[in-house]
């Protein structure tokens, strides 16, 4: 039996660590990151392209890659396959670059063969399975244990050689408002990955589709992409505060302008509302937004929200404050 490795509060408070690596910068950590989309939505085409930019160095679209030797397992693919893609892809491609079309499964000694290949290419830097139902045999085990026995062992290969190692595959076709619960297969799949990327067409005939990212070192963000020439082509990457403030309502951003010179205002959301030439936004909805975030966005901008029961009305106060704010709640 092993003892158990401990570290103490005061070590990890002052002693500084390494922080996790980026393959990508900014969006491929080294770990496991599990790459979903439909069937036929052009996984394979992305991958390629991540491989090819990952063994030369060059940026994938706009951000930096590490350059490093890169193997990528295209085990729904033929030699003929790939390289037909490379004619389209590239007119360069680097020696760093190794494809496999046949592998054992992952209970008969896929983990091996990659130990085996790194003892080769020691300066490898990226992975590719593709796709998991590849390497995966049947098992009598509970789904949950299933999915998170298999996927582990990846990620634990990963981590000990600090690599990044990217498993495709597939989404289920019922609709959910959270993509990342679309994942086919259960919890034990991204719960076990350090981070999960969702690509999702907006149509069968449409060219455009969406590339959802979240993880443990990864911010959440969308990437809008366009299918062209049989490459994904950024369009626009949009990061978590980016989209936080878009999800902010309008009517807010035009209450601090509303604000802007006066040092408070008192009255029914009623009222503030005709003060303000507001038309499109119930009374409920407004006081509802404006508690909603009070303690964020009214704070960040200096408004104290408070709130009141008087004589048969709900009044509410905004006040205008200096310095840093604070959570507007006068009970």
């Known amino acids: 039996m092993h003892k158990l490795q401990t570290v103490n509060a005061d070590t990890l408070l002052y002693e500084p660590l390494e922080k996790p690596s980026f393959v990508v910068g900014g969006l491929i950590p080294t770990g496991l990151t599990l790459f979903c989309g439909s069937q036929k939505i052009g996984k394979s085409w992305l991958m390629l392209k991540l491989c090819l930019c990952v063994s030369q160095g060059i940026p994938l679209w706009d ?72 390497v995966r045999t049947a098992s009598k ?64 005939a449409s060219n455009a589709a969406k590339l959802y990212v ?44 509303f604000m802007q010179g006066r040092e408070g205002w008192t009255g029914t959301a009623t009222e503030l509302l005709e003060q303000m030439g507001e038309t499109g936004t119930p009374p409920n909805i407004m006081t509802k937004r404006l508690n909603e975030y009070r303690a964020s966005f009214l704070s960040e901008n200096n408004i104290r929200y408070g709130y009141h029961r008087k004589k048969g009305c709900r009044e509410i106060s905004l006040t205008r404050q200096s310095g840093d704010g604070g959570d507007g709640d006068d009970g």
Not at 89 to 111: M, N, P, Q, Y
Not at 181 to 190: A, C, E, P, Y
């Open 63 to 134: 951000m930096p890659t590490q350059e490093g030797d890169v193997l990528y397992l295209c085990l729904e693919d033929t030699f003929c396959r790939i390289q037909d893609r490379l004619f389209r892809l590239t007119d360069e491609a680097s020696g760093r670059l190794h494809f496999a079309v046949a592998s054992d499964k992952l209970s008969d000694g896929l983990i091996v063969q990659l130990e085996d290949y790194l003892k080769e290419y020691p300066d490898s830097r990226l992975i590719v399975i593709d796709t998991l139902q590849k």
């Open 141 to 204: 085990d509970n789904a949950y244990a299933s999915d998170y026995g298999d996927i582990s062992l990846i990620k634990d290969f990963a981590d000990r050689h600090s690599l990044a190692v990217i498993v495709v595959h597939h989404i289920r076709k019922q609709n959910d408002s959270d993509v990342f619960n679309k994942v086919s297969g259960t919890t034990g799949l991204t719960g076990s990955a350090d981070a999960t990327f969702v690509l999702q067409q907006e149509s069968r």
């Open 214 to 257: 979240t993880g443990r070192d990864t911010p959440y963000q969308e990437f809008t992409l366009r299918f062209h020439d049989c490459s994904w082509e950024l369009v626009e990457r949009k990061e978590q505060e980016q989209l936080a403030k878009e999800a902010i309502p309008d009517v807010l951003f035009r209450l601090v302008d």
